[in-house]
């Protein structure tokens, strides 16, 4: 028998929720196993999406899981950014071919 989209959001909050606290650990290890079982349910959520009716319900349960999905993402990122940080690896926006001038002025003027 096929999950419930209803059954197969609840599972997938559970997941996130376990992946908030990888994150929080720092548990790079964690977060990677938690990533083949989102996309495990995200799989059955497509699949339960396409034969179940949409209805009010459905549709609020996947907003919500949207939100979620988000705010660990943002997790994620400032939980880099702060690895970054104290590793002394901080983005400047620029990747190191960019930082480095290979021509003179005059040179590239004359291309245009």
Not at 25 to 43: H, I, N, W, Y
Not at 90 to 97: A, N
């Amino acid at each position: 028998m096929t999950p419930s989209f209803a059954s197969l959001v609840d599972e997938l909050r559970a997941v996130l929720a376990r992946e908030r606290d990888a994150i929080a650990a720092l548990d790079a290890a964690g977060v990677t196993a938690l990533a083949a079982e989102k996309q495990r349910l995200a799989d059955a959520l497509d699949r339960a999406r396409r034969s179940e009716p949409a209805t009010p319900a459905t549709r609020e349960a996947a907003r919500a899981l949207q939100v979620s999905v988000h705010a660990n993402a943002m997790l994620a990122h400032a939980a880099r950014e702060a690895v970054r940080a104290l590793l002394g690896r901080q983005d400047t926006g620029y990747d190191r071919r960019a930082r480095g001038v290979g021509y003179s002025s005059r040179r590239a003027l004359a291309v245009y």
